[in-house]
């Protein structure tokens, strides 16, 4: 680690006298401050940019290890939600992944990460409005059904179940029929 800074630094030392001296005699009029620090900030990101390009080819930044071992959430449409439990809610992010919804909580007041809870859209059985005004409840082959609260509730139960495998979206047939593990509405 200590290499690859002292050779980022020798590179910015080397590229930011030379730019300096280069500007100084292109635009004598200018004051040689001025140029320096344009210098400076130019040879910082060509430095940057020579240091990570040097790491990448060599093998030291592995792309792939970061490709699949922590996945890039921001990738993934989601948003703000509460993971609700009987004694607390977790914080974090409810996302969409291509095969499963994936929610991924916050580090909690003692700073632990709580495991990432993931359920495949196969596994989905119902989704459907919690008892709260902003709460769902997903319903799973195993028989659970975790409660999460969030914003723009009907939003979420829409691309829920546009993702659940084999269940037709009422909305989108004309029917009134809910899917398969949610409560049909009320007959008046």
Not at 3 to 22: D, E, G, N, P, Q
Not at 84 to 94: K, R, T
Not at 146 to 169: G, L
Request: with cysteine; proline share 7%.
């Amino acid at each position: 680690m200590l290499v690859k800074y002292l050779i980022f630094c020798l590179i910015w030392l080397l590229s930011t006298a030379f730019l300096t001296f280069m500007g100084y005699g292109l635009y004598p009029e200018t004051p040689i401050f001025v140029t320096g620090v344009i210098a400076c900030i130019i040879s910082w990101i060509l430095s940057f940019i020579f240091t990570v390009l040097r790491s990448v080819t060599k093998g030291e930044i592995d792309t792939q290890k970061l490709a699949s071992g922590n996945p890039d959430y921001e990738a993934y449409q989601g948003d703000v939600a509460n993971h609700c439990f009987s004694s607390e809610d977790i914080g974090g992010h409810l996302y969409f992944f291509p095969e499963s919804l994936v929610f991924h909580s916050k580090p909690n007041k003692d700073k632990v990460q709580v495991k990432d809870w993931i359920l495949p859209y196969d596994d989905i059985t119902g989704v459907r409005q919690g008892p709260a005004i902003n709460k769902i409840l997903i319903e799973s082959k195993n028989g659970t059904t975790d409660v999460f609260a969030v914003h723009n509730k009907d939003k979420w139960i829409k691309k829920i179940r546009s993702k659940m495998k084999n269940v037709p979206d009422p909305a989108a047939s004309g029917d009134n029929a809910a899917p398969p593990g949610d409560k049909a509405p009320p007959e008046s």
